[in-house]
């Protein structure tokens, strides 16, 4: 009512949408700690694993076995951290729907933003946007510490996609380099990754609306649905394996042979990428039909 | 103006609000009223485009709330005082809220020395008292400085001052030309802030007038009469044209005739009174007597209390 003065001239025609719903979006994120923990874990565990397997590695190199040299994949290897943080990142993409619905703010939410839609895109950008920066710096970050650690054990550096027989005859602990053909992609697909699977959980979310129901179900589908994958018949696990989440990440982080994986069933690079991004796409669609559907 | 044409809302077969029709106009303080459970929470979700109705419609200022360009510069809610993330500072709430639609950062501290939490802005709301979180509630209605306020049971919590502090600032917003709808399950405290009344009892429109009218032409007067002959008493009042009813401890309530009628018609039949007493129903008294047909959740007095 105080009509003239800052307000009006701040916005005066427009409406709200996704510009001012990302920036409040974006205030949420921030202003409470479980954030911050989250993001924290993501670095700490994507750059210490990265640090420990190659340190193993690296230690037993010269006892262990020719297949497990020929399976060695450095990139894969810098990024295997992205299994423990899919967890995290899946839980943050969860909570930043669930718990609205958990505290009640959804309803101040929803009254500020009676477009639903724009509420669900304003939160894919904020967490797409926050996970992108931190999971890429860590995943750049994992790759260079794993490689200097492998280095510290006498690694020398190998082309990627270099025979079996190259290697074997070669004895060598492998390392690449950052500019060989495809590694960049594969570290910056490992961050990529997390972004992806974020957004399974935030679609998840807006499905089920309960915290433990929606981290259950992100649960069961990438951790129990891949042990249970395995006990089927080869004839019908081939068929479902590679297209699991985690495994499509570890298709995406994979730069050498794929003829050792899942009996040379794992996804090219590409493949993998285009599906994790349809399974995020059509989670993120589903639950949000869903929620514009129902009551608050 | 807030107006509700034939707003239903089914789920399954209950009808928590059912063919709903009224009007919440502009510079008056409307009260909501109704039992716990007769639809004042559920029609105040509609009002705000949270819950879909079943059938008919709402409108603030002749647009449904989806139309609004910006919501919060126009209707501001108080639902649920609780409603705010625990570990979020009460800054922080209200500034996500605030950048939402486009409402400059220093208005938050407006509203928050406003409702006088100022000092507390940084501490994290799930600290908060119900008192306090009460507040913040309110300065989250009060953020977009709207022509259109809802506020649903916004004494629940509140101490003494409190209450005082909101019945006051209700008041003066409508006094601004402010429309001001304001549930209660309590028909004392619509009396002491509302001029104007919506009754609704299992979701469906009891009564909408004004609180005055409400009161007169609901109140019915009673006169409690005592005599160590109540049986002759009954038979007085009967041939006096009243209507009776037995009361506690032998007592008898008598309605129709007034407590004269009754002392001289005890008189000229040689009839001693102990006790005869107009009684003033309070306003719950008529509100419950309304909505007693109306009331989902019926307490039934224990076995062997009373008598």
């Known amino acids: ?296 | 103006m807030i107006k509700a044409t034939a707003l239903s809302k089914h789920y399954g077969a209950t009808r928590a609000v059912d063919d709903l029709t009224f009007e919440a106009r502009d510079g008056v303080v409307t009260g909501f009223l109704g039992p716990n459970g007769a639809g004042k929470s559920t029609t105040m979700r509609m009002i705000l485009g949270l819950d879909h109705p079943s059938a008919g419609s709402v409108t603030i200022g002749e647009r449904p709330y989806q139309s609004l360009r910006w919501p919060l510069r126009e209707v501001g809610a108080l639902l649920d005082a609780s409603s705010v993330h625990p570990g979020r500072s009460a800054r922080n709430h209200l500034l996500s809220l605030a950048q939402s639609n486009a409402i400059p950062p220093s208005r938050v501290d407006e509203v928050l020395d406003i409702v006088g939490l100022t000092k507390v802005a940084s501490r994290k709301a799930g600290k908060f008292s119900l008192g306090m979180s009460q507040r913040l509630g309110i300065a989250g209605a009060l953020l977009g400085d709207p022509g259109v306020l809802l506020f649903d049971e916004p004494i629940n919590g509140l101490d003494p001052e409190g209450i005082l502090w909101v019945r006051n600032l209700l008041k003066s917003l409508a006094t601004e030309g402010r429309t001001i709808l304001v549930s209660s399950h309590l028909m004392s405290e619509m009396a002491q802030t509302a001029t104007e009344l919506i009754v609704i009892g299992k979701g469906r429109l009891i009564a909408q007038t004004s609180v005055d009218d409400f009161i007169t032409s609901n109140t019915v007067a009673t006169v409690l009469v005592r005599s160590p002959e109540p049986t002759r008493l009954a038979s007085v009042i009967d041939a006096a044209g009243g209507s009776w009813q037995p009361g506690e401890d032998g007592s008898i309530l008598v309605t129709k005739i007034n407590a004269s009628a009754i002392g001289d018609a005890a008189a000229a039949a040689g009839l001693a009174l102990h006790e005869l007493s107009p009684q003033n129903a309070s306003l719950e008294e008529v509100f419950m007597d309304l909505t007693s047909d109306a009331t989902e959740y019926h307490a039934t007095a224990l076995p062997g209390a009373g008598s």
Request: a positive charge.
């Open chain 1, 1 to 296: 009512m105080n009509d003239g003065n800052s307000q009006e001239s701040v916005a005066r025609g427009g409406r709200v949408g996704i510009r001012t719903l990302a920036v409040s979006e974006a205030t949420k994120f921030r202003s409470i700690r479980s954030t911050w923990i989250s993001l924290a874990i993501i670095v700490v565990a994507g750059i210490g694993f990265s640090a420990l397997f190659s340190f193993l590695i690296g230690r037993s190199w010269t006892g262990s076995s020719q297949l497990e040299h020929a399976q060695f994949d450095p990139v894969r290897i810098s990024q295997s951290g992205i299994f423990i943080s899919q967890f995290v990142a899946g839980i943050l993409g969860a909570l930043i729907v669930t718990s609205e619905y958990s505290t009640g703010t959804i309803r101040a939410t929803l009254a500020a933003a009676p477009r639903r839609l724009s509420v669900v895109g304003a939160k894919v950008i904020v967490i797409s946007a926050a996970l992108l920066v931190v999971t890429e710096v860590t995943a750049f970050i994992a790759f260079f510490v794993g490689r200097s650690v492998l280095i510290n054990y006498g690694g020398t550096v190998v082309p990627p996609g270099a025979s079996l027989i190259e290697r074997i005859a070669r004895h060598a602990l492998p390392v690449v380099n950052i500019s060989s053909p495809g590694v960049a992609r594969a570290v910056f697909l490992g961050g990529l990754y997390l972004v992806l699977v974020s957004l399974l959980g935030l679609g998840f979310g807006l499905l089920l609306r309960h915290t433990t129901g929606t981290i259950a179900l992100y649960v069961v589908i990438l951790l129990i649905v891949p042990l249970l994958a395995q006990l089927l018949p080869q004839g019908i696990s081939s068929h479902i394996v590679p297209y699991l989440p985690s495994n499509l990440g570890l298709a995406m982080t994979t730069v050498g042979s794929r003829s050792t994986d899942f009996a040379g069933q794992l996804l090219s690079t590409g493949a993998a990428t285009f599906t994790l991004a349809l399974y995020a796409i059509a989670a993120v669609g589903i639950g949000a039909t869903a929620m514009i559907r129902r009551d608050a």
